[in-house]
């Protein structure tokens, strides 16, 4: 464990280590597939803080080279093209969309970089795993760890310690699980 700088007692492998496996989205996806386009029905649940509930109709078409996806929420009453995510480097990736508000009477765009490295000052991996359970029924987990590598230095002749470890630290956390049931037209 790592002495903490003020003289404190040193921070507790709890606080250093923490895995949180209750995940805080909820996801319910039913999709149709007809004629190459992929009809769906996402119902979604967020836990605290908010616990809010999201339906949305999603429209995409199934060719490898689709370009676009429409959402439709009923709830708020938007809609909105969005483009697929248009990889900019290996890491980094750009989304633009057009919306609507009927509620409002506004349109407007929007666009987003993401990527599934990086964080504030400490390393992040985010990630999506799917898992098929069978044909029609798959399981994805949305996952994500924040990091600080485990260090390790010493010295002789120097007034630093011979020996010396920091400890690192993990958060990681399953943040989304998702049920998506797939029919599909047979051919």
């Known amino acids: 464990m790592e002495s903490a700088p003020n003289g404190e007692e040193p921070t507790s492998w709890d606080e250093l280590y923490n895995i949180n496996l209750v995940p805080s989205e909820l996801f319910l996806k039913f999709r149709k597939e007809v004629q190459g386009i992929r009809l769906g029905l996402n119902m979604e649940f967020y836990n605290a803080p908010i616990n809010e509930y999201q339906a949305k109709l999603v429209l ?5 080279e689709w370009k676009w ?19 900019i480097t290996k890491f980094l990736n750009l989304q633009v969309g057009v919306g609507h508000n009927f509620q409002m009477h506004a349109t407007g765009w929007k666009w987003k970089l993401t990527t599934c490295l990086g964080g504030d000052g400490v390393s992040r991996i985010r990630n999506k795993t799917s898992v098929g359970l069978f044909p029609g029924f798959d399981l994805r987990f949305g996952w994500r760890a924040d990091y600080v590598l485990p260090e390790i230095t010493g010295a002789l002749g120097t007034d630093e310690p011979m020996f010396n470890m920091h400890s690192g630290r993990l958060q990681a956390s399953l943040d989304r699980v998702e049920a998506i049931l797939t029919h599909s037209d047979a051919a």
């Open 60 to 64: 995409k078409p199934l060719t490898p």
């Open 69 to 87: 996806k429409i959402i439709y929420e009923p709830l708020h009453h938007d809609v909105r093209v969005l483009s697929k995510k248009i990889p």
